[in-house]
């Protein structure tokens, strides 16, 4: 018996203004599976997560969580969607004046309506979790880049989404602080979790994902196991894409 994907995007267009950016794509996650979508800059990746997430509309195309389709018009619905479709963005998207824990834990409270003490009880849990314990009663400005991103990270956990979607996660994080982040995230594929991560970094994607997307100009142009589509894939484009990058990527480490 097939089973029905957790996620499923069907056919999804958008433009800005004169230029189409997603020229129809499809894609459908099952759970466990974690998805790498890699291809040049605007090439339509970040776009493709936000009109998943309902933060653009998009202008043709169906989204369906566990069989159901979305309907953004129903602010209730979308709610609820948001909360099991978690989004981490690359530039953390946190509430400056407050503090680790208490951005943890604003959610709980004011989306899923739990009393104050168990949500606080939850959001330590979380930020235990993405090893921040120590630093709940920081604010933003005084957490580097990667323990930014670890709290925004440890934000989705504590609403127990159903898929996490990660744009670019690690993009705006100094060399040296890319390493904590991708920690969490492994941390987290080893425990089941379902993930789309949109990223440039191939080794890390190859090293995490069973299937990589190749998209350029709007479309999937190719998709396959990390092995076959950085090493041996059947486009020219993908190939000269992914050729690029390794011979960047060995260049940088070398």
Do not use: W
Not at 84 to 99: A, E, R, T
Not at 156 to 178: K, R, Y
Not at 215 to 232: A, F, N, R, T
């Amino acid at each position: 018996m097939e089973q029905t994907p957790v996620l499923k995007v069907e056919d999804i267009r958008k433009r800005f203004g004169e230029k189409e950016i997603l020229k129809g794509v499809s894609l459908e996650i099952n759970r466990g599976d974690i998805k790498a979508i890699i291809g040049p800059s605007g090439g339509g990746k970040s776009t493709l997560l936000h009109c998943i997430n309902f933060l653009t509309l998009f202008d043709a195309g169906r989204v369906f969580l566990n069989g159901e389709e979305i309907d953004h018009t129903d602010r209730r619905r979308l709610y609820a969607y948001r909360q099991k479709v978690g989004m981490i963005f690359q530039d953390f998207n946190l509430f400056d004046h407050l503090s680790a824990l208490q951005n943890v834990q604003i959610g709980l409270v004011r989306v899923k309506k739990i009393p104050k003490a168990r949500a606080r009880e939850r959001a330590v849990a979380e930020l235990e979790r993405v090893g921040l314990k120590e630093h709940m009663d920081k604010y933003p400005a005084e957490l580097s880049g990667g323990q930014k991103q670890r709290v925004s990270i440890a934000r989705a956990l504590a609403m127990d989404p159903e898929v996490m979607l990660l744009d670019e996660p690690t993009s705006a994080l100094d060399p040296e602080l890319v390493g904590e982040v991708h920690a969490v995230i492994k941390r987290l594929a080893a425990g089941g979790m379902t993930m789309v991560l949109v990223t440039h970094e191939i080794a890390f994607a190859g090293s995490l994902a069973r299937e990589i997307l190749f998209m350029d100009e709007g479309v999937i142009l190719e998709k396959g196991p990390p092995q076959e589509i950085l090493y041996g894939a059947k486009r020219e484009r993908t190939r000269e894409f992914c050729d690029k990058i390794i011979h960047f990527h060995h260049k940088d480490n070398g």
